[in-house]
């Protein structure tokens, strides 16, 4: 027999991580498998931790699952195109208009179809730090260049717009924003987004807004949908059901295009094209949309004053402030934690080996800060979802590894 060489993947993926699905998720896999009981505090995913969806919603998805069994129009359904359509226009896009709407399998596949449709090799992308990653890993997947801009802990995880500015080069083509914000939870003050919106439009670049927590905002923080801040910069808003609705499972999103459209007339045939592609978005969950967007909006229970998500966030925050050397900043929206170890008293060279020993210890799972594309091994992300006295569990335990570090 002829000797061949091994298969092997393709030299792209070799700059493409997404940790936050890592090793480190594995290894809770594998225990889960040898009989531990593992508490996830790794991913923003409502469902398991009880926040179901609200009825309308599976009801809707039931009622439609006869007529969902072909294929729809690959930009998706009309009715859930126009109820995307019309949200928009009572935030006051007063032209939105079905056209403007896509729908996809999640905003993770829009990030993806939007990306790709934009970058040629050696393109950059002004990304946040921390990010949600996906941003960065198909950034990378591309061929593009992810340029990321520092969110600072020290005011409050908001990016500085002169620090955006001087990473703008003559390559840079679109600018991202994640707000609120994954994986810090800051939601940004509308002098920061019409500061980032003019860099767009001096700069000429397209602003790219994933506000796929636009709902998840807490004690009045004003959250500001940054396409409504210009009529002149091609803007991208991404947003879906995962989160506020709860049905991550079901890989139902959208994204709104607004701005000089007249000017990405090459672009949005691009887009089109990347749609095509992809056939259409799962049909069941674009039925869900319309029944969401147009029903009872549950969510605003679990983030006022005695809701699940409310109450939680507080006793995570209280019960990590009261760790020695943790510093963590109460955020302002979604549904995430992103302390600080301070580094005298937790000098840690690896913040993926210290989760993975926190996780083989305790048998908690967290996500490491280097998971986000941050700059340091001092942070790490927990998600707010368990229930209160879950949650004080898992804080004691991460409280007592951290206890056994000092003294180590
Ligand atoms: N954008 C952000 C900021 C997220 O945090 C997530 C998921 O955690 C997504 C997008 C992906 O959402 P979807 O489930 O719609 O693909």
């Not at 949005?268 to 990347?274: K, S």
């Not at 302002?332 to 080996?353: C, S, T």
Request: charged residues 20%; proline residues 5%; glycine residues 8%.
């Amino acid at each position: 027999m002829e000797e061949f060489e091994d298969f092997t993947q393709a030299r792209k993926l070799r700059n493409v991580r997404y940790d936050v699905r890592g090793p480190i998720a594995a290894e809770a896999s594998r225990l889960e498998r040898a009989g531990h009981r593992i508490t996830k505090l790794n991913i923003g995913n409502l469902a398991p931790f009880g926040f179901e969806a609200p009825d309308s919603i599976m009801m809707d998805m039931i009622k439609h699952l006869p007529t969902a069994q072909g294929y729809s129009e690959s930009a998706g359904i009309y009715s859930a195109r126009t109820a995307v359509a019309q949200y928009y226009q009572t935030k006051g896009m007063k032209d939105a208009a079905v056209e403007d709407v896509y729908l996809g399998n999640g905003v993770s596949e829009l990030i993806g179809m939007t990306l790709q449709a934009l970058i040629n090799p050696g393109d950059e992308i002004l990304i946040p730090a921390p990010d949600y990653p996906l941003w960065t890993g198909l950034t990378a997947l591309y061929q593009g260049i992810p340029v990321h801009y520092i969110c600072d802990d020290q005011n409050h995880w908001w990016p500085d717009p002169e620090e955006i500015e001087s990473k703008v080069t003559d390559r840079t083509k679109a600018l991202v924003v994640i707000n609120p914000n994954n994986p810090t939870g800051a939601v940004y003050p509308r002098e920061i987004l019409e500061a980032i919106v003019d860099i767009c439009r001096r700069h000429n670049l397209m602003l790219f807004t994933d506000e796929i927590y636009e709902k998840i905002t807490y004690d009045g923080a004003e959250m500001i949908n940054a396409c409504t801040l210009s009529d002149d910069v091609f803007t991208i808003t991404f947003s879906g059901l995962s989160k506020t609705w709860r049905v991550a499972g079901y890989r139902s999103g959208w994204i709104f295009i607004s701005g000089p459209t007249h000017r990405a007339k090459n672009y949005l045939e691009g887009l089109q094209l990347m749609s095509n592609l992809r056939m259409c978005a799962n049909v069941p969950g674009q039925h869900a949309i319309q029944t969401a967007l147009g029903g009872y909006q549950s969510i605003d229970e679990y983030i006022t004053p005695g809701g699940r998500l409310y109450e939680q966030r507080k006793v995570a925050y209280d019960l990590l402030c009261d760790i020695p050397g943790v510093n963590v900043q109460q955020m302002d929206g979604a549904m995430y934690l992103f302390p600080r170890l301070d580094p005298e008293i937790y000098p840690i060279d690896n913040d993926e080996a210290f989760a993975m020993e926190l996780l083989r210890q305790q048998k908690i799972l967290v996500s490491h800060g280097r998971a986000f594309n941050w700059i340091d091994d001092q942070h790490f992300r927990l998600v707010t979802l368990p229930s209160v006295e879950d949650m004080e569990e898992a804080i004691a335990g991460i409280a007592q590894f951290l206890a056994e570090y000092r003294d180590a």
